[in-house]
Nanobody
Protein backbone atom coordinates (compact mmCIF):
# COMPACT_ATOMS: atom_id res chain seq x y z
CA UNK A 1 0.00 0.00 0.00
CA UNK A 2 1.23 3.45 -0.90
CA UNK A 3 -0.27 6.50 0.76
CA UNK A 4 -0.33 10.11 -0.37
CA UNK A 5 -1.45 12.83 2.00
CA UNK A 6 -2.51 16.25 0.78
CA UNK A 7 -4.78 19.14 1.59
CA UNK A 8 -2.69 21.09 4.06
CA UNK A 9 -2.22 24.81 3.92
CA UNK A 10 -2.31 28.10 5.76
CA UNK A 11 -5.53 28.99 7.57
CA UNK A 12 -6.56 31.50 10.21
CA UNK A 13 -7.68 30.54 13.70
CA UNK A 14 -11.22 29.19 13.53
CA UNK A 15 -10.88 28.12 9.93
CA UNK A 16 -11.26 24.70 8.36
CA UNK A 17 -9.26 22.33 6.19
CA UNK A 18 -9.88 18.85 4.86
CA UNK A 19 -6.92 16.53 4.56
CA UNK A 20 -7.00 13.56 2.22
CA UNK A 21 -5.05 10.33 2.31
CA UNK A 22 -5.22 8.54 -1.01
CA UNK A 23 -4.14 4.92 -1.14
CA UNK A 24 -3.04 2.62 -3.88
CA UNK A 25 -3.58 -1.11 -3.68
CA UNK A 26 -6.54 -3.36 -3.21
CA UNK A 27 -8.57 -4.11 -0.11
CA UNK A 28 -7.78 -0.74 1.45
CA UNK A 29 -11.08 -0.86 3.29
CA UNK A 30 -9.60 -3.57 5.52
CA UNK A 31 -6.84 -1.28 6.73
CA UNK A 32 -6.87 0.71 9.92
CA UNK A 33 -5.92 4.26 8.94
CA UNK A 34 -4.73 6.96 11.29
CA UNK A 35 -3.75 10.58 11.15
CA UNK A 36 -0.79 11.63 13.25
CA UNK A 37 0.97 14.96 13.47
CA UNK A 38 4.32 16.37 14.40
CA UNK A 39 4.74 19.94 15.52
CA UNK A 40 8.13 21.67 15.42
CA UNK A 41 10.34 20.42 18.23
CA UNK A 42 7.82 17.85 19.37
CA UNK A 43 7.34 14.14 18.97
CA UNK A 44 4.89 12.68 16.51
CA UNK A 45 1.49 12.26 18.14
CA UNK A 46 -1.70 10.42 17.42
CA UNK A 47 -4.67 12.49 16.20
CA UNK A 48 -7.41 10.16 14.96
CA UNK A 49 -7.94 6.64 13.67
CA UNK A 50 -10.56 4.75 11.71
CA UNK A 51 -10.40 1.02 12.04
CA UNK A 52 -10.78 -1.20 8.99
CA UNK A 53 -13.90 -3.01 7.81
CA UNK A 54 -16.28 -0.37 9.08
CA UNK A 55 -14.72 -0.21 12.49
CA UNK A 56 -14.80 2.46 15.12
CA UNK A 57 -13.15 5.86 15.24
CA UNK A 58 -11.00 7.24 18.03
CA UNK A 59 -9.66 10.73 18.60
CA UNK A 60 -7.15 12.37 20.82
CA UNK A 61 -8.81 14.56 23.43
CA UNK A 62 -7.51 17.89 22.14
CA UNK A 63 -9.36 17.59 18.81
CA UNK A 64 -12.59 15.91 19.85
CA UNK A 65 -15.59 17.77 18.52
CA UNK A 66 -13.46 19.65 15.99
CA UNK A 67 -11.95 16.96 13.75
CA UNK A 68 -13.70 14.09 11.99
CA UNK A 69 -12.07 11.12 10.30
CA UNK A 70 -13.94 9.33 7.54
CA UNK A 71 -13.30 7.18 4.51
CA UNK A 72 -14.63 6.70 1.01
CA UNK A 73 -13.81 3.15 0.00
CA UNK A 74 -14.87 3.78 -3.59
CA UNK A 75 -12.04 6.30 -3.84
CA UNK A 76 -9.57 4.48 -1.55
CA UNK A 77 -9.32 7.68 0.43
CA UNK A 78 -9.46 8.61 4.09
CA UNK A 79 -10.26 12.17 5.12
CA UNK A 80 -9.62 14.33 8.14
CA UNK A 81 -12.06 17.22 8.33
CA UNK A 82 -10.61 19.85 10.63
CA UNK A 83 -12.84 22.62 11.90
CA UNK A 84 -12.28 25.45 14.36
CA UNK A 85 -8.55 25.19 13.92
CA UNK A 86 -6.23 26.59 16.55
CA UNK A 87 -2.58 27.70 16.39
CA UNK A 88 -1.63 24.63 18.44
CA UNK A 89 -2.91 22.45 15.58
CA UNK A 90 0.01 23.65 13.47
CA UNK A 91 2.02 20.60 12.46
CA UNK A 92 2.93 18.26 9.66
CA UNK A 93 0.08 15.78 9.37
CA UNK A 94 0.77 12.23 8.31
CA UNK A 95 -1.58 9.45 7.39
CA UNK A 96 -0.57 5.92 8.25
CA UNK A 97 -2.12 2.51 7.74
CA UNK A 98 -1.86 -1.03 8.95
CA UNK A 99 -3.85 -4.22 8.81
CA UNK A 100 -3.41 -6.01 12.11
CA UNK A 101 -3.33 -3.31 14.74
CA UNK A 102 -4.87 -4.28 18.03
CA UNK A 103 -7.05 -1.77 19.81
CA UNK A 104 -4.59 -1.15 22.62
CA UNK A 105 -1.94 -0.13 20.08
CA UNK A 106 -3.85 2.15 17.73
CA UNK A 107 -2.35 5.34 19.18
CA UNK A 108 1.22 4.08 18.85
CA UNK A 109 2.96 5.47 15.71
CA UNK A 110 5.24 2.42 15.65
CA UNK A 111 2.23 0.16 15.06
CA UNK A 112 1.66 1.47 11.53
CA UNK A 113 3.44 -0.10 8.57
CA UNK A 114 2.61 2.31 5.78
CA UNK A 115 3.06 6.08 5.82
CA UNK A 116 2.24 8.99 3.58
CA UNK A 117 4.71 11.83 3.05
CA UNK A 118 3.00 14.38 5.29
CA UNK A 119 1.20 17.61 4.59
CA UNK A 120 1.83 20.88 6.44
CA UNK A 121 -0.99 22.61 8.29
CA UNK A 122 -0.29 26.11 9.57
CA UNK A 123 -2.84 27.94 11.68
CA UNK A 124 -2.18 31.64 12.15
CA UNK A 125 -3.39 33.52 15.20
Amino acid sequence: VQLQAFGGGLVQTGGSLRLSCAASGRSFSRYTVAWLRQAPGKEREFVAVLRGNGGSTYYTDSIKGRFTISRDNTKNTVYLQMNNLRPEDTAIYYCAAGQTIILSNIKNPDAYHYWGQGTLVTVSS
